[in-house]
T-cell receptor
């Protein structure tokens, strides 16, 4: 059974810092891995999708990497801003099964 | 482009009452999903519909029923609500079972 873990559960950083969020999974037989952002009381917004054949994806200040063999993905946020404060979730995709981690709650201090 | 739309956004039920959560997507996706999100437990899959006319149980289906009304709409029904069903419910859709998933804004349900 796939298990997805995100460490740390919470993180506070000063504005401008580069940071890395971690996601690990136990079963490497995935179709893709997706990173989401969730603001308090809101739904999930898709940030990046990495196909199983890819090693990384970039969107603006965000870069996500995937290492299936080690069961790890990282989300790199460059030059963090207070507006980046949110909970970040990763999810692995099997057939009709998106398995989520419990998220990292990020706070960027002005 | 609305994406995935859920109604209602908030609901309070008494124990034993029934209700249906509605979900509609306008992206012509084949697959739709219902998740619940609870503090410390992440999102858990309740039911999914791989394509129009099919539905399957997820991780936590007990106490729920679903209907894939057509390609656009996927509803979740609580026949007899229990306090343990207090949660935030999210509907999602994807083109297939392994492509990018898009989520609605959620329904916050409280059962008293």
């Amino acid at each position: 059974k796939q298990e997805v873990t995100q460490i740390p559960a919470a993180l506070s950083v000063p504005e401008g810092e580069n940071l890395v969020l971690n996601c690990s999974f136990t079963d490497s037989a995935i179709y893709n891995l997706q990173w989401f952002r969730q603001d308090p009381g809101k739904g999930l917004t898709s940030l990046l999708l990495i196909q199983s054949s890819q090693r990384e994806q970039t969107s603006g200040r965000l870069n996500a990497s995937l290492d299936k063999s080690s069961g790890r993905s990282t989300l790199y946020i460059a030059a963090s801003q207070p507006g980046d404060s949110a909970t970040y979730l990763c999810a692995t995709s099997g057939t009709y099964k998106y398995i989520f981690g419990t998220g990292t709650r990020l706070k960027v201090l002005a | 482009n609305a994406g995935v739309t859920q109604t209602p956004k908030f609901q309070v039920l008494k124990t034993g009452q029934s209700m249906t959560l509605q979900c509609a997507q306008d992206m012509n996706h084949n697959s739709m999903y219902w998740y619940r999100q609870d503090p410390g437990m992440g999102l858990r899959l309740i039911y999914y519909s791989a394509s129009e006319g099919t539905t399957d149980k997820g991780e936590v289906p007990n106490g729920y029923n679903v209907s894939r009304l057509n390609k656009r709409e996927f509803s979740l029904r609580l026949e007899s609500a229990a306090p343990s069903q207090t949660s935030v419910y999210f509907c999602a859709s994807s083109e297939t079972g392994s492509t990018e998933a898009f989520f609605g804004q959620g329904t916050r349900l409280t059962v008293v």
